[in-house]
């Protein structure tokens, strides 16, 4: 993303008359900031929901106590930081924390699968519309004085 912010910035301040590179400045950054803010609540949530997915298919398998259950289940938003109940026999908890990982890294693979989808996406839209070098209109050379 870093790489393609100040290119970004500067084509949109480049496309605007000095007249309102204040304004073209101010939605520029508004529309960065709520698409980060946006980015970050649809990916947060998508990686919650796989996380949940992949550790409650999981553990159906198992035959915990539904108080272990329900301990589990309670903490599912620390994602990799959940922790197994106490009690439970010591192959029960590496099951559930080996779950723990392959969940997290399952959230982490449909995050970065949206992710990717997204910049090809992006990719396609600025082919279809970016103009080519042969395409653009030419502007006439104003004459400034010094």
Avoid: K
């Avoid at 998508?46 to 539904?66: C, E, K, N």
């Avoid at 997204?118 to 010094?146: I, Y």
Wanted: with cysteine; aromatic share 4%.
């Amino acid at each position: 993303m870093a790489i393609t912010v100040a290119p970004l910035t500067t084509d949109v301040m480049n496309s605007v008359d000095e007249d309102h590179t204040g304004t073209a400045s101010g939605i520029n950054n508004a529309v960065a900031r709520v698409a980060g803010v946006l980015g970050i609540a649809v990916l947060g949530i998508a990686m919650v929901w796989a996380f949940r997915t992949h550790l409650d298919s999981t553990l159906v398998q198992l035959s915990l106590p539904p108080a272990a259950l329900q301990q589990i289940r309670a903490q599912q938003n620390r994602l990799a930081a959940l922790q197994p109940p106490a009690g439970l026999d010591a192959p029960t908890m590496a099951t559930i924390t080996a779950s723990i990982r392959q969940g997290f890294v399952f959230g982490f693979r449909i995050v970065m699968m949206i992710c990717a989808a997204l910049a090809l996406a992006s990719a396609m839209v600025a082919w279809r519309m970016v103009p080519g070098p042969g395409d653009l209109p030419q502007r006439p050379t104003q004459n400034r004085l010094p």
